[in-house]
């Protein structure tokens, strides 16, 4: 399966800030997600990152508090943008190689803000 | 949309014993079945999946049965080891122009030595 590197692996925030998530895959994929894993909890879809055009966000989850980007069919982007105590989560990208294909994920960003 | 639940949330049974982690889903559309396995820390991992149009598979101790008339499978685990311990998430998979995952809430599932 594709290797996936998520960057950066944890950080520490203030509240307010902003802060950018990269998630780099070692081939093209045709599809790449951002999900948020709270701690204990399960995993909860934040959008589908599409190549070339808007991400598709779910229920709950808005383009101003998590913009993404996708250049090209290895690279995403999640910004958790004006950060405050309730973003402290594990932020997860995956990629699905190609139809009919399982997710993959990176190995996680845990995020915590004062 | 499709609701996954899953049970138990939390699970230990002894070293070489079997366990069993049930799923129940809502969307009789769904048609592919992941199962994950995450490790503390550590990033979920596919350790075995089903499609709809199979009723069971197997690799190794682990096996997967699915019952599409009732709408749910199940993730059973024989001879566990203590590497067994981590949290086992189920997910159901919609089809469509990208394949929609939810996934259930998790079972920890802890083998004592």
């Known amino acids: 399966s594709a290797v996936i590197s998520q960057k950066p692996s944890r950080d520490i925030c203030q509240r307010g800030t902003s802060l950018t998530i990269q998630c780099q895959v070692d081939?093209?994929?045709?599809?790449m997600f951002w999900y948020r894993q709270q701690p204990g909890q399960s995993l909860t879809l934040i959008a589908t990152?599409?190549?070339?055009?808007?991400?598709?966000?779910e229920s709950g989850f808005v383009i101003d508090k998590f913009p993404i980007s996708r250049p090209n069919l290895t690279f995403s982007t999640l910004t958790v943008s004006n950060m405050s105590p309730e973003d402290s989560s594990i932020y997860l990208c995956?990629?699905?190689?190609?139809?009919?294909?399982?997710?993959?994920f990176g190995d996680g960003t845990r995020l915590s803000i004062l | 949309g499709e609701n996954v639940e899953q049970h138990p949330s939390t699970l230990s049974v002894q070293e070489g014993d079997s366990a069993v982690i049930k799923c129940t889903y809502s969307?009789?559309?769904?048609?592919?079945f992941p199962w994950y396995k995450q490790e503390l820390g550590k990033r979920p991992q596919l350790i075995i999946d089903?499609?709809?149009?199979?009723g069971e598979k197997k690799d190794q101790r682990i096996a997967v049965t699915l019952n599409k008339t009732a709408k749910h499978f199940s993730l059973h685990i024989t001879e566990t080891q203590p590497e067994d311990s981590a949290v086992y998430f189920c997910?159901?998979?919609?089809?469509?122009?990208?394949?929609?995952?939810?996934f259930g809430t998790g079972t920890k599932l802890q083998v004592i030595p």
């Open positions: 995956s990629v699905e190689q190609g139809p009919g294909q399982p997710q993959h």
């Open positions: 081939s093209q994929v045709t599809m």
């Open positions: 990152a599409n190549q070339g055009s808007e991400a598709t966000y």
């Open positions: 969307d009789s559309a769904s048609n592919y």
């Open positions: 089903i499609r709809s149009n199979v």
């Open positions: 997910a159901a998979t919609l089809p469509g122009g990208y394949q929609k995952v939810t």
